[in-house]
């Protein structure tokens, strides 16, 4: 899948460290947004949309495309058989399919997904927590993991993040 693994250096078996496992973070995320709602309630609301079918359309769509791009991202690194947990060392780097357009599609996924359970039940909490979120996805993950895929991958690591953004 776009991997030359004869240039790649295995010898390397460290982890990038991140501070938490990102679903993790996600799920603690909406819970402290779902009791914040509750116990701390905002003095604005997360507009509620009078059309049913509106009123499911964008979150329904944010949750589906959400699983779809985290989907595929997993699909690509069953394939060339390298963990997607971030506990165990990288054996291959996916460069091609979904990752060839983003270099962190599962974590985008999930923050689709996250975004549209929080539209779904009107918390304004979830959304306001999706700037701490993704500053601590950013900070405490991604850049953890850019660091030690560049350790391990060197150039080609290079190479492949001048080609593809971080995000979209």
């Not at 997360?46 to 509106?54: D, F, K, P, Q, Y």
């Amino acid at each position: 899948m776009g991997m030359d693994t004869s240039e790649q250096r295995l010898n390397d078996t460290g982890t990038a460290g991140v501070i938490a496992r990102p679903p993790l973070l996600f799920l603690a995320a909406l819970a402290l947004g779902f009791v914040s709602d509750h116990l701390l309630p905002l003095p604005f609301a997360v507009a509620r949309i009078e059309s049913g079918l509106v009123h499911r359309l964008i979150p329904g769509s944010l949750i589906l495309i959400g699983i779809a791009v985290f989907a595929a991202s997993i699909r690509s690194f069953t394939r060339v058989a390298t963990p997607v947990r971030g506990t165990k060392p990288t054996r291959v780097l996916v460069t091609t399919g979904i990752h060839g357009w983003s270099r962190n599609p599962i974590y985008l996924g999930m923050f689709l997904v996250y975004l549209g359970i929080g539209v779904a039940v009107h918390s304004p909490w979830i959304l306001v927590l999706t700037l701490p979120l993704a500053i601590l996805i950013r900070y405490g993950v991604v850049a953890r993991e850019e660091a030690y895929l560049e350790r391990r991958f060197g150039d080609i690591y290079r190479d492949y993040k001048a080609r593809a953004r971080r995000w979209v």
